[in-house]
């Protein structure tokens, strides 16, 4: 499921290349509202296909690799099906977490892409299956526990959303991503023994 995922955005990013204003218009996550009443319609579908869109190479490939490092071992513990369902709860969590930010916020109708919500949800499950596993920051190559990393990363994303130092980034998407995937293992975790997580 991990590598049949990445090969979606994958195949979407050339789609994309194809015809960039047509799929942002259609597929990328409008706004409820906009004061600029020439900016595409929010559409029920957006919460999920956003998260296909990439804005380059570089957005997609940084993406899909986080998908391929935390994905692979989620999979491999939750299986398939319970891995795309936690991906696709992350990405309408997030999707709705960006919605309900900029409809708060309001400003120019902007276009919410990138799988970015879905892998902060899998940060989440694998820091919650492996929270003693090392993981390592790109820049710098600092090693910590998985726990530590997603915790420090939860940390920046509220930092950056919240005093605006970082515009372009969706951090409240993000967030929502990782609080879809807890309310997501958080109800697999509460049913019977055998039908838990770990």
């Known amino acids: 499921m991990t590598l049949l995922l ?11 290349a194809l015809g960039p204003a047509s799929m942002i218009d259609r597929f990328a996550l409008w706004p409820l509202h906009s004061a600029n009443a020439y900016a595409p319609a929010f559409h029920i579908w957006q919460l999920l296909t956003y998260s296909a869109l990439h804005a380059s190479l570089t957005h997609l490939a940084f993406n899909m690799l986080g ?3 935390f994905g692979r071992e989620v999979e491999r513990v939750l299986g398939a099906a319970r891995l795309l369902r936690l991906y696709a709860a992350s990405v309408v969590c997030g999707a709705v977490v960006q919605l ?9 109708a902007y276009p919410t892409i990138g799988a970015s919500a879905g892998i902060f949800g899998l940060l989440v499950a694998y820091a919650l299956l492996f929270p ?3 993981v390592v920051l790109l820049f710098p190559p600092i090693p910590m526990p998985a726990w530590l990393f997603a915790t420090g990363y939860a940390l920046v994303e509220l930092g950056l959303g919240v005093s605006g130092e ?3 980034i969706a951090h409240f998407a993000h967030l929502g991503g990782m609080a879809g995937a807890l309310a997501l293992i958080g109800c697999w975790s509460r049913k019977p023994r055998g039908d838990a997580i770990n």
């Open 6 to 16: 990445i090969a979606l955005n994958a195949l979407v990013f050339v789609l994309e």
């Open 67 to 69: 998908l391929f490092m």
């Open 100 to 108: 309900l930010t900029a409809l708060a916020l309001g400003g120019d």
């Open 132 to 134: 003693q596993r090392r």
């Open 166 to 168: 970082a515009p372009g």
